[in-house]
């Protein structure tokens, strides 16, 4: 088997239209962990943009 068709199957086993038949609980404490994680990052990324965007820049003009 190639890397062509190990990388067809993961994208045929990854969007699969059959569910696998475990769902997330609304508002349980998995679904509320995965919010308060994605609510962190994107303040994280908020509160620290300018030295984000400064760090990329000297990367970029090092290199």
Known sequence: MNFLERILDFF???FRSKPEGYDIEK????H??????????AILIYKYREKIKNINCKNKLVN
Request: proline share 0%; charged share 0%.
């Open 27 to 30: 508002y349980g404490l998995t």
């Open 32 to 41: 509320i962990l995965l919010v308060l994680i994605a609510f962190t990052g």
């Open 12 to 14: 045929i086993y990854f």
